[in-house]
Structure formats: C-alpha cells, structure tokens
C-alpha cells in the first residue's frame, strides 16, 4: 500500500512542500536578524569575483562589478550584484565566534518577502580553507522559477542567504558546522556569499546540502543579476584579551593574502621572535609579514594603548 501512495506520488510530481523552516518576516516563528537590532557590528573589507550575466551563454560576459563598499558597512540596500555563480568575500575587524544562537546575518535587497534571490555561505578562519554551511531547498525544482516570479514558501529554505526581504538579514549559527574540519569556529575572519544560479537546467543547477536542484529567479541577464549582498553583520563577536595581541588571521597560512597578519585593535614597534625568544623582523604598518616564515609558533610584541604586548601567532606551513 505503501509503495502505491508513493508511486502515485512521484506521477503527480508535484508534491507539497514539507514547508519545516522559519516564514517570512513578520511571522511568528521568523528568526530574520533586523538590521536596527542593537550591538551589530559589520564587513569591513569586500573581495568580488563576478558572476556571468547568463550562465548559460557567457559569451555575454560577466556582471561589470559594482562598487565593492556597497557589501560593507551596515545593510543600506547599496548592494553588489554577483551575477551567475559569482561570489564576495567580507571580512571583519574582529573575528566571528560561535556564541549563543545565530553568530552572523546576511542581508540582501528583496523589495518584498517573495521575489528573492538566494546564496550559499561558507566561512574560514584562514581565508583558505572554507566550509559551507549545509543549505535546504525544499522549493520544486520542476518547473523554472522565471526572473519575475516569486518563491512560493520560504518554509522550504535554511541555510541560504536571500530568504528574506531588505532590511532583515538570513541568521547563521556556527554551531551547525560544529563538526567540519579545518576551521576554528571560535575565529572566523572571513565569510565567502555565492549565487546559486537557479536554473534547474542540470548543466548549470546548484544543489542544496542534500542534493536538491536549487530553484530561484533564472534566467536573469542584467547587470544586476545574481545574489544582491548588501552587507553582513555580526551577531557574536571574539572577545579580545585584553592584555594581549590578537591577530586575523591565526593560525594563518604563510601565503594568505599576500603574507599580511593584521594586529586586531592596531599596534606599533611591532616586532616578531621566535619562541626561543630569536629577534626576526619588524612589523610593516601595524601588520605582520608572514610569508617567507617557516611553519610553526611566534611571539609578536608591540605596543597596543601605550603598553607593551604580546601574543602567540600560528604560521602553517
Ligand atoms: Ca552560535
Ligand atoms: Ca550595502
């Protein structure tokens, strides 16, 4: 019996949705992070890697790139449009913790609470590795949503960026990645947004977590196509000790971002030695050079609010 309902459901092909995460803003059960919400602090630097226009005929080329600020600062419906698969990295003053409940938001610029675009978020605490949060499409992938079309039921989505109208940003819990390999979820320092297309087209389709087509507004062949990023905010934020250097990021690899170490809350005299206590070079601008040092633990002093500090910096190899 058990069989038939499930064949007569698979020739109906339209199955309803088991619509099982948060509704659109306003609803009770909402979990959207206001941008008003107190205490927030946002992006401070933006990386774009721009999109196609079409995905499907880049010959069209990609989106021109907008002005890479619009995704930093607070969420102000000045955005970049990342096009076809395109991706932004932002990065932050502070690293990103994982505290109580949703750690970080990501916000983008939905006129309403239907007409969305959507992203994949993935984080790292080095700017090399990263992990992506696992996302849930629930959304048919039957027929194509078309650029002017509305999502049906933001029920039937978690984990992707774009669920909810400007203003109101998609919450992220590091807790969820709890058990990834290779990031430090007590230190995130950088978080990559990617377009998920949305064509259901298997040759340019993205998937969910699970292995759904993701089906969003597709084909859209403007120059502000693709996952609109207006900014990111964060909710949890690393505490500094305060008698001691931090530094973004650490551990870092020795060749990430050109060999820069940045000193959080800025430092002078910045000076680096190894844990023998061996003098090796000065600090550059209130940055460490880490390229060209060989793997392993140092000691970094300088001084931070007229006293002198000190702190541990990891180089991987
Ligand atoms: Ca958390
Ligand atoms: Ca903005």
Same mark, same amino acid.
Not at 168 to 188: A, M, N
Not at 228 to 236: E, F, H, K, Q
């Given at each position: 019996?058990? +069989? +038939?309902?499930?064949?007569?459901?698979?020739?109906?092909?339209?199955?309803?949705?088991?619509?099982?995460?948060?509704?659109?803003?306003?609803?009770?059960?909402?979990?959207?992070?206001?941008?008003? !919400?107190?205490?927030?602090?946002?992006?401070?630097?933006?990386?774009?890697?721009?999109?196609?226009?079409?995905?499907?005929?880049?010959?069209?080329?990609?989106?021109?790139?907008?002005?890479?600020?619009?995704?930093?600062?607070?969420?102000?419906?000045?955005?970049?449009?990342?096009?076809?698969?395109?991706?932004?990295?932002?990065?932050?003053?502070?690293?990103?913790?994982?505290?109580?409940?949703?750690?970080?938001?990501?916000?983008?610029?939905?006129?309403?609470?239907?007409?969305?675009?959507?992203?994949?978020?993935?984080?790292?605490?080095?700017?090399?590795?990263?992990?992506?949060?696992?996302?849930?499409?629930?959304?048919?992938?039957?027929?194509?949503?078309?650029?002017?079309?509305?999502?049906?039921?933001?029920?039937?989505?978690?984990?992707?960026? /774009?669920?909810?109208?400007?203003?109101?940003?998609?919450?992220?819990?590091?807790?969820?990645?709890?058990?990834?390999?290779?990031?430090?979820?007590?230190?995130?320092?950088?978080?990559?947004?990617?377009?998920?297309?949305?064509?259901?087209?298997?040759?340019?389709?993205?998937?969910?977590?699970?292995?759904?087509?993701?089906?969003?507004?597709?084909?859209?062949?403007?120059?502000?196509?693709?996952?609109?990023?207006?900014?990111?905010?964060?909710?949890?934020?690393?505490?500094?000790?305060?008698? !001691?250097?931090?530094?973004?990021?650490?551990?870092?690899?020795?060749?990430?971002?050109?060999?820069?170490?940045?000193?959080?809350?800025?430092?002078?005299?910045?000076?680096?030695?190894?844990?023998?206590?061996?003098?090796?070079?000065?600090?550059?601008?209130?940055? +460490? !050079?880490?390229?060209?040092?060989? /793997?392993?633990?140092?000691?970094?002093?300088?001084?931070?609010? /007229?006293?002198?500090?000190?702190?541990?910096?990891?180089?991987?190899?």
């Amino acid at each position: 019996m058990m +069989i +038939i309902i499930c064949i007569i459901a698979i020739m109906i092909g339209n199955v309803e949705i088991h619509a099982q995460f948060p509704d659109r803003v306003g609803m009770p059960d909402c979990d959207a992070i206001s941008a008003d !919400q107190p205490g927030l602090v946002w992006g401070v630097s933006c990386m774009m890697t721009p999109g196609y226009l079409s995905i499907a005929d880049p010959a069209q080329g990609t989106v021109s790139g907008d002005d890479a600020s619009f995704a930093i600062g607070p969420a102000d419906k000045a955005v970049i449009s990342l096009g076809d698969g395109g991706s932004a990295i932002i990065t932050f003053q502070r690293p990103i913790t994982d505290g109580p409940g949703a750690d970080f938001a990501v916000f983008e610029n939905a006129f309403d609470d239907y007409f969305l675009e959507f992203a994949f978020v993935e984080v790292s605490s080095d700017g090399k590795h990263f992990v992506r949060f696992p996302s849930t499409s629930l959304t048919q992938a039957k027929q194509q949503i078309g650029p002017f079309m509305r999502i049906p039921d933001v029920r039937a989505l978690h984990n992707l960026a /774009g669920k909810y109208r400007a203003g109101y940003g998609t919450p992220f819990d590091l807790s969820e990645l709890k058990d990834s390999i290779g990031i430090h979820l007590q230190s995130i320092t950088h978080v990559r947004v990617i377009d998920v297309v949305g064509s259901i087209d298997k040759q340019f389709a993205r998937y969910d977590g699970k292995g759904n087509i993701i089906n969003d507004p597709w084909p859209t062949p403007f120059s502000s196509c693709g996952f609109d990023l207006d900014g990111i905010a964060v909710i949890n934020e690393q505490n500094i000790i305060g008698d !001691q250097l931090s530094f973004a990021p650490n551990p870092v690899y020795a060749g990430h971002n050109g060999g820069m170490v940045r000193v959080l809350e800025g430092a002078q005299e910045l000076s680096v030695y190894s844990m023998q206590g061996e003098y090796i070079r000065e600090g550059i601008d209130g940055n +460490i !050079q880490s390229a060209g040092l060989p /793997g392993g633990v140092y000691i970094v002093k300088g001084i931070q609010n /007229g006293q002198l500090r000190s702190g541990m910096l990891m180089i991987m190899p």
